[in-house]
């Protein structure tokens, strides 16, 4: 079996990662010109975290990024801490792996030079034209056309792929606010010579500032030498716009009645980026075919979960996962268990386009769930000064995100839900409960 994947971010990594572990070949259609992954800091919560386990690579990933040990809120107007949450060990205690901040270009990295071990082919500079979904084949902006058994859509919000899924292009709308990203040094920070800026500086926590449509999240990377600052504001952007320069006065203007550490750590940042968030309504389907979607091309989050990467991840391992057991269960000719029956292509590709299906059903639920609760918590995260603020500071000075730490029960049960699931286990029954109705 050959597998083309169309872009080569985490998501498709990761697929490309699977797909060879299952011995499947694989080739990554690029089309930037050279393996570059632009952004500042991510989270990888412990649901992506397990993927990364199950690949062999947290060793990896905790070398080069940190176990976060608190998650702090605090009020944006003075700082005032509101719940400072138990991360650490608690967290890999009760879903089996950690929570981990790393510098994006750091996964990228590591992913890629997994993939490239295992075998995975990368062609750069490949500009995807047009997706053949009878006859899986991608056809090149060169004229090229390349043939394969399974064609994967990993190519992110604006992808090329899913127009040919769904028949029709569908464009991410605006979802009315918009991101600056920044990082600087530890050195520039210690230079600001701020007692409040050194303690938040020592802590290996992931620290948030909830304000009326507004809230920033700061930690540090590569072990403290580095520190991520992501503010969240309304969009102000062009309506054809979804990134450009910022204007560093009118950041700071942003936040100047916020407290005065954010504004010092605000004050470091020598240059910008904004970039507009976006959404797409549920889609109908994410299949045709041999061909499928993930991560991005078909549902895109909002940043206030920590979960846009971490479902792409899933995605890729569960196609990897049920592409697998499909080669070994009816494909492989040197497999003695494998169905005699199913000998021509036509009927192969029958099989395969039915395990996409599988790959479908197993994950939509799953990440519509957390779609809709990054919407919830950018409500929760953006409530004016008022009652309901007051009500929902209260309850958050008991929330926790493991049973331990969760005095409330609703916030640990939520997150149980989205960080709990061993995905690869729940591909596996569906597989064995879909081979039952053959």
Known sequence: ???????????????????????????????????????????????????????????????????????????????????????????????????????????????????????TVLQLGAEVEDIYTEQPAVLLADGRCISADVVIGADGQMSTVRKAVLGSPQSPVPTGDMAYRATFSREQLEALGDEKVNELCQEIAVTSWLGPEKHTIFYPLRGGKEFNLVLMRPDNLSSDSRREQGDIKEMRESYADWDETLQKLVSCVPSVYKWKLTHLSELESWTKGSVALLGDACHPTLPYQAQGAAMAVEDGAVIGKLLGLLQAHYLDPRNSGSDPSISTRSSAQDLTATVLTLYERCRKARTTRNVQGAIMNRKLFHIPDGFLQMIRDFILGYAGVTRKSDWTWLFSFRQGRTLGLDVLENCERVFEEWRLTL
């Open 1 to 119: 079996m050959k597998v083309i994947v169309v872009g080569g971010g985490l998501g498709g990594l990761a697929c490309a990662i699977a797909c060879r572990r299952e011995g499947i070949d694989v080739e990554i259609l690029e089309r930037s010109a050279k393996v570059q992954e632009v952004g500042a800091g991510i989270q990888i919560p412990p649901n992506g975290a397990r993927i990364m386990c199950d690949f062999g690579l947290l060793p990896q990933l905790l070398e080069r990024g940190s176990q976060v040990q608190h998650v702090n809120f605090r009020r944006y107007k003075d700082g005032h801490l509101l719940r400072k949450m138990p991360f650490g060990d608690d967290i890999t205690e009760e879903f089996g792996a950690p929570w981990i901040i790393i510098h994006r270009v750091d996964y990228h990295r590591i992913l890629l030079d997994e993939a490239i071990r295992l075998g």
